[in-house]
């Protein structure tokens, strides 16, 4: 029994209920399963039920179940977020946020309870950064408490010294400072401008996302272990000072790299996804690809200023709009004719997958949101940015795009409603010209770091490596097997 608890750990993942967070968490399922882990992989009810909704061709009710086929280890179950499946998550925010904050926690401590007591051998808690109770249901269930976090470091440290920035009046501050943040630990001055959109905010800091993000940040200093989506080699310095307060590992990116058809695939979309293949065929880096994610909203006024910047400027495009990307009670948000104005030349749809679309050849540039994951896709696939953040961690992901390691341009400088005419002058920059052949040229470099790090002796694989040895150290302290093993032998 307790040899099997190292060879083959078991651990229970709990990813956070938005899309963004579900890929990497899946992809990271994946990557420790085929290091020997058995995975219990659990989705919200609400979740599984988009997914599976959108997937036609899952069977059954375990999203797992092909990837199973391969021999890995991996289980799959889910647990209510609190709320009714009608009930509309986005159209209700806040109320939502607030089950997630107060009652959510009540069905992963029943759910795990339940699990531990039938399989005692469970050992290893996997949950979301962004999670207010890890640390309570870890201790709880003698569990090795593992944080994981789907964005870079820089975001992580700078909610993690939000003592600092209070400090020094940075935040939570009615007039927070206009100047450089040059006191975090591992972090180059940075314009408040570049902050996380919370912590931007001077009207209310005690939002429900405000109350989650004081108390996640708390707790994850309780975690045994902190595992990050990013590269050591872009983030070296941030990654290092983190090491100084708790065992951090850089394991990033943790895609399914070669996005091949021959990858495991496991469905994650929240919505049915567009093939654009047959569209597709177009010159070589002529298509300029357009999305803003899964969870972020445009203003109707930016979108239609964004439409029109798209038909004016003559370039072909494929434009992922959610219907909900301005509001779900907002049906109407394109401009009159709009659609039969690009036909030849623009393509509309509600989702893809977008691996199969940033990796075709006609793909010269992304405009985007600057979500986390996209900016990994985009440079593995050779596709410089046009940056339009909207939310969150977003801006602070522009300002690793454009000013460190230059391959993208901000959409617009200012906090004002963007025109047309500027949408149309930043399209043109990053599809052709000089300043497009040195955002390839530089964004080329970064897909060689990101393919090394992935390799046998790269640094993300010894880190995962290193990760895998230290949760099992950690398992034999828990458990008692140290004293045991030297007094028995192996």
């Known amino acids: 029994m307790e040899k099997d608890l190292l060879k083959r750990p078991r651990a229970i993942m709990f990813p956070y209920t938005l899309q963004g967070h579900v890929i990497p968490f899946v992809h990271l399922a994946i990557k420790l399963a085929s ?32 990837a199973s086929k391969s021999g890995l280890d991996k289980r799959y179950t889910t647990i209510s977020d609190g709320f009714p499946m009608g009930f509309d998550r986005s159209l209700n925010h806040d109320q939502f946020m607030e089950g997630l904050l107060h009652v959510f926690s009540a069905h992963v401590d029943d759910l795990v309870g339940r699990m531990v007591h039938s399989d005692p051998s469970i050992t290893c808690l996997i949950a979301d950064t962004f999670f207010m109770w890890p640390s309570m249901i870890a201790k709880k269930y003698n569990l090795v408490n593992v944080s994981f976090w789907t964005e870079p470091a820089l975001v992580l440290t700078l909610y993690y010294h939000l003592d600092l920035l209070i400090k020094n009046g940075h935040f939570a501050s009615q007039d927070n400072r206009e100047d450089p943040v040059d006191y975090i630990p591992g972090v180059r001055a940075i314009e408040p401008k570049d902050l996380m959109s919370y912590i931007q905010t001077t009207e209310n800091i005690s939002t429900v996302v405000h109350r989650i993000i004081y108390k996640a940040f708390k707790d994850v200093k309780k975690a045994d272990f902190i595992v990050c989506n990013t590269v050591q080699e872009l983030e070296s310095e941030t990654i290092s000072a983190l090491q100084e307060k708790q065992p951090i590992y850089a394991i990033g990116p943790i895609f399914p790299t070669g996005f091949s058809k021959n990858n495991i695939i496991v469905p994650t979309s929240l919505w049915s996804e567009s093939d654009c293949t047959d569209w597709l065929h177009k010159p070589h880096g002529s298509v300029l690809y357009v999305s803003f994610g899964s969870y972020s909203h445009v203003s109707k006024q930016d979108t239609v200023e964004i439409a029109y910047g798209l038909l004016l400027s003559g370039v072909s495009f494929i434009w992922v709009l959610r219907p909900d990307v301005v509001k779900s009670d907002v049906p109407n948000f394109l401009p009159v004719r709009f659609e039969d104005d690009i036909k030849g030349r623009g393509l509309i749809i509600p989702w893809c997958r977008q691996i199969d679309v940033i990796s075709h050849p006609a793909i010269g540039g992304f405009l985007s949101h600057c979500g986390w994951n996209s900016i990994l896709e985009s440079i593995w696939c050779n596709v410089p940015f046009l940056c339009f ?18 391959i993208g341009l901000h959409l617009h400088d200012k906090k004002a409603v963007i025109s047309r005419e500027e949408v149309v002058e930043k ?34 694989e010894r880190n995962l490596n290193q990760f895998i040895n230290d949760v099992k150290t950690r398992i034999r302290k828990k458990h008692g097997i140290v004293a045991r093993e030297q007094f028995l032998g192996p």
């Open 35 to 66: 290091k020997g882990f058995t995975i219990t992989f659990v989705n919200t009810l609400s979740i599984h039920h988009q997914i599976t909704k959108s997937q036609s061709a899952i069977a059954g009710d375990n999203i797992f179940a092909e």
């Open 427 to 460: 399209i043109k920059r990053v599809m052709s010209g000089k300043v497009a052949e040195e955002l390839r040229r530089i964004i080329k470099e970064l897909r060689k770091i990101l393919e090394n790090t992935l390799n046998t002796n790269g640094s993300s």
């Open 389 to 406: 953040p909207l939310l969150t961690d977003q801006f602070t992901n522009r300002k690793l795009v454009v000013d460190d390691w230059r």
